[in-house]
């Protein structure tokens, strides 16, 4: 007598498209049987008849209730986190920022502090070094990384920026602990010695930020960060990838042997520099603003649609792993009034981790871009294996974590921000018809959304250990 059976579904597993039914004992999944065995008993059955059975999804890239480089704007916090159950996933992972704390442990236990018991789904957190961490700091980064913190983040740019000096020596303890590298990787001199170019010349609109930021800052900054994670080796993760010249680079490396991946996001599958141009004014809960396009930004910035088809490419190909949501929700009227509308200071982030999946989906599968096996490697199986959560999550295996989405793939919508869980007062998805939407969702076996809804409870995510498998530190792994 199982717990609950999830029947009539087609499952998708590491072994492929099966038509499979799924029991889950308490927290795990405890059994796959031939759909429709006879003589199969359980407490509660889910009838995931005509729908998709899925790994939960994990997106490994949000942050919730930070203040921006802005300063001046702190998104959606995680009390609102159960819109990523809506959008399919069971799994998060954060950021902690060390700043000013004397240790990065404090630094670790305050952001623990501040999401423990507030989250909706299971999450993580990567740590972020920023600036001049001194020896000691530093040599924390072992413990932390025994402590189930394996990934280190360093910001080559904005007021987080840290030398490559350094990033060399954060790399090097990351490497010896057996931890993965992350970056966010814009080549901060040329963006801003372009800047100061563009203002020279009068062109200070936000979107001319799609030129001081253009394709080479980010190439130039990945291309480092390779070199110094190759020389301390290190794996290195780049984060938010938009530039085809990038994911090259990161090709370049991976064929030399070195464990180099990458992630692009939703909004770059979507979105392009041209849409920053849209002059046209939007009005917002009565309040009017400019140019519209300036609401489509993020850093690093969308490219050109020529980089878009590279990384739509590099999604089907294996030469990016991951599709994330960077989910950092700034309201419109905290993006016009306090980010900003120039080159100087100019307005990012996305509300994008209730349709990260529903995205890709249409964008992907339905387009016959990438396969449904690839769908589910991008959101949930690859994000578990490079950032420590495999093979605990990310998969139907028996004996992984009953963290499961019955994928309605048939369901259409077009985006209402009305509609969306999300505590955002815009999307650059609205309007947008989208196929596919989270059915059922639940979390280590339990129901967070059935039938669309929330019917779980909003702070029931626990925080996870990570450890990553050596498998995929030591050479590139075909994910
Ligand atoms: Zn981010």
Redesign the pocket.
């Known amino acids: 007598m199982h717990d609950l059976l999830i029947r009539n579904g087609t499952a998708v597993t590491e072994a492929g498209v099966r038509e499979i039914d799924i029991a889950i004992d308490g927290e795990v999944i405890a059994a796959h049987y031939p759909r429709g065995t006879a003589g199969i008993q359980a407490a509660r059955e889910v009838d995931a008849d005509g729908k998709l059975v899925l790994p939960g999804g994990i997106d490994p ?3 919730y209730g930070i203040r921006g480089s802005h300063n001046t704007v702190v998104s959606e916090t995680a009390d609102n986190s159960i819109a990523a159950a809506y959008g399919g996933n069971t799994s998060v992972v954060d ?1 902690a920022f060390h700043e000013n704390e004397p240790t990065v442990h404090e630094a670790v236990a305050q952001r623990r502090d501040n999401l423990d018991g507030r989250m909706a789904v299971d999450y993580g957190l990567h740590v972020i070094l920023t600036g001049s961490p001194t020896f000691e700091q530093i040599d924390e980064i072992a413990d932390l990384v025994r402590a189930g913190y394996p990934t280190f983040k360093t910001i080559m740019t904005y007021r987080w920026f840290m030398d490559d000096g350094h990033r060399f020596g954060v790399m090097s303890a990351v490497a010896e602990a057996g931890g993965m590298s992350l970056v ?1 990787a814009e080549d901060d001199a040329i963006m801003r010695w372009l800047t100061a170019k563009y203002d020279r010349e009068g062109k200070t609109h936000g979107a001319y930020v799609t030129e001081t930021r253009g394709s080479l800052v980010e190439e130039a900054a990945v291309r480092r960060a390779l070199l110094l994670a190759e020389r301390s080796g290190s794996p290195l993760y780049v ?2 990838v938009a530039a085809g010249a990038a994911v090259d680079a990161l090709a370049d490396a991976r064929a030399r042997g070195f464990p180099a991946y990458g992630e692009t996001l939703a909004a770059y599958l979507s979105f392009t520099q041209d849409d920053l141009w849209d002059r046209e004014p939007i009005t917002i809960n009565g309040t009017t603003y400019p140019d519209r396009g300036l609401l489509y930004n993020n850093y690093p910035v969308p490219k050109a649609a020529t980089d878009q088809a590279a990384i739509w490419a590099a999604i089907a190909a294996n030469r990016l792993q991951v599709v994330s949501s ?1 989910h ?1 929700l700034a309201k419109a009227v905290d993006r016009y009034t306090k980010q900003g509308t120039t080159i100087h200071s100019m307005q990012s982030g996305q509300a994008a981790v209730e349709l990260r999946i529903p995205v890709l989906y249409t964008l992907g599968v339905t387009t016959g871009r990438i396969t449904l096996s690839r769908f589910v490697d991008l959101i949930s199986t690859n994000p578990a294996k490079l950032m420590g959560l495999y093979p605990r999550k990310g998969t139907l295996a028996v004996g992984s974590d009953a963290d499961v989405l019955i994928f309605d793939q048939n369901f259409r919508r077009r985006v209402r921000v009305e509609d969306l869980h999300m505590d955002t007062d815009y999307s650059c998805w609205a309007g947008w018809d989208l196929t596919g939407i989270a059915d059922t969702v639940l979390l280590r076996g339990r129901p967070l959304i059935e039938a669309q809804e929330s019917t779980g409870p909003r702070g029931g995510g626990r925080f996870v250990e990570r450890e990553i498998l050596p498998t995929y530190l030591r050479q590139p792994v075909g994910l």
């Open positions: 890239h949000v942050h950021f966010h984060l938010h960077d950092f």
